[in-house]
């Protein structure tokens, strides 16, 4: 009795270190016994294994194109959603009809009100109807007709559509790409996933060049086969002009700002990299009295200590206009991304008239970035380069550069998405018929 009696005092004793060295392996450990499902899917790790509901109904007919979203809320709607619902409406605008599926329980955050009045707010004008409907209750499966076809705009998309697609006419579907989704992981369960999605049947829709290019240099899935480029329709990110414009008058006597794009949670923005620059450069005199604020966390970044006397403080998350808004209140961006793809978020800074840093990433080279802009300052991804860009960056605001929109990119999404909507549309009717 004693000897169990010592065994389980070990025990505890080990258990109260581990709750004061590691507080959330204590919560994993705990979580065997209180949540066991959850313990299991944390183990697993595997992300939205969940099927899709959906029941094939002879008696609806036509095309109609299901974009499918994990979810859908007011937060969520940042760049690259947006950019998949102003597509959307372009392609309805030609008189195929969209709906917008949710795919994952709970992932039905917005009304078909919103979602509208949110297109016409970011496509400008009236659209079209946009339906929007969930296919995750296996009790009320979402109808969808046999020619209808499928939009995968992620990559948990792509791997849902695995069962569903041989119930259709076409088992082709289109796939939003707009990252290298794959890199959001380690060598992983979810690595292997998102890496077989890109060996599956699919028309690439791509956002950006330099992203298509990275697909096929590094001969990603089918994009290593001959003749696939023929599949590929892509398209170069617009940066409006009716948002993202200099300030229209003095900004009087407001402080300096920098701002730093932090989202801990998606790893290729490189937060702890950013923040490490920032506490290098914050101790600068070139930062002297500057406010520094954190944006795009979404409650996820509490207030940290910087140097110099600075903190970096989180702000609230804003709408499309108002985050144009933000950008011209401020004078430098730090937005890192650790991704081939550019990211709007120094784009969109650069075309306010202030100063973007951000990295370099295989072709996204700092020559390529810089060609963009001279109001984008491209450093390689490390603490010491991004901290200096920063100081770089500062310097220039103050001696008055940089307040001047220079961007060489289209001023309108009807430039480059138009043209892609009207070829998507083509294939949207050959599909099925082939």
Same mark, same amino acid.
């Given at each position: 009795m004693a000897t169990k009696l010592d065994a389980l005092s070990r025990k505890l004793r080990g258990q109260a270190r581990l709750l004061r060295r590691d507080p959330q392996a204590f919560a994993s450990n705990l979580m065997q016994y209180t949540h066991p499902a959850l313990f299991e899917e944390?183990?697993?790790?595997?992300?939205?294994?969940?099927?899709?509901?959906v029941r094939v109904d002879p008696s609806l007919t036509g095309k109609r194109l299901n974009v499918l979203n994990p979810t859908l809320s007011e937060q969520g709607m940042t760049g690259g959603p947006n950019t998949i619902l102003n597509l959307a409406v372009r392609i309805a605008r030609r008189g195929i009809p969209v709906r917008f599926v949710t795919t994952i329980p709970g992932g039905r955050g917005v009304s078909e009100e919103w979602l509208r009045a949110h297109a016409e707010a970011l496509v400008g004008g009236e659209v079209p109807p946009i339906a929007l409907a969930p296919a995750t209750d296996p009790a009320s499966p979402l109808a969808v007709g046999p020619d209808e076809i499928f939009m995968a705009t992620h990559w948990t998309t792509a791997q849902q559509l695995k069962p569903v697609l041989p119930q259709m006419r076409s088992r082709q579907f289109l796939y939003m790409l707009q990252e290298f989704e794959a890199g959001f992981y380690p060598w992983s369960s979810n690595h292997a996933l998102a890496l077989e999605t890109y060996t599956m049947d699919f028309w690439p829709v791509v956002n950006e060049g330099l992203l298509a290019e990275y697909f096929f240099e590094h001969r990603v899935g089918r994009f290593a086969e001959p003749g696939f480029r023929e599949r590929v329709t892509t398209f170069e990110p617009a940066i409006e002009r009716r948002v993202f414009h200099p300030p229209e008058a003095?900004?009087?006597?407001?402080?300096?700002?920098?701002?730093?794009?932090?989202?801990?949670?998606n790893h290729r923005n490189l937060f702890g990299l950013g923040l490490e620059?920032?506490?290098?450069?914050?101790a600068d005199p070139a930062l002297a009295g500057w406010e520094i604020l954190a944006i795009g966390g979404r409650?996820? !970044?509490? &207030?940290?200590?910087?140097?110099?006397?600075?903190?970096?403080v989180p702000t609230p998350w804003r709408g499309y206009l108002a985050y144009g808004d933000q950008l011209r209140e401020a004078d430098v961006l730090l937005a890192p991304m650790l991704s081939p793809h550019t990211g709007y978020p120094a784009l969109e800074m650069a075309a306010t008239g202030g100063i973007a840093v951000t990295n370099a990433f295989a072709g996204k080279t700092v020559g390529v970035l810089e060609a963009l802009s001279p109001n984008? !300052?491209? &450093?390689e991804a490390t603490v010491e380069g991004l901290a200096e860009g920063l100081v770089r960056a500062a310097r220039r605001s103050q001696a008055g550069r940089g307040r001047n929109q220079a961007i060489n990119l289209p001023e309108d999404w009807a430039e480059t998405l138009d043209p892609a909507a009207e070829r998507l549309v083509g294939i949207l009717h050959r599909l099925g018929k082939d």
């Open positions: 944390r183990l697993v790790d595997i992300m939205n294994p969940v099927p899709l509901h003095p900004e009087g006597n407001r402080p300096r700002r920098l701002l730093f794009y932090a989202r801990p949670s620059a920032l506490r290098r450069a914050s409650g996820g !970044v509490p &207030t940290l200590p910087l140097s110099g006397g600075h903190s970096l984008i !300052v491209a &450093t």
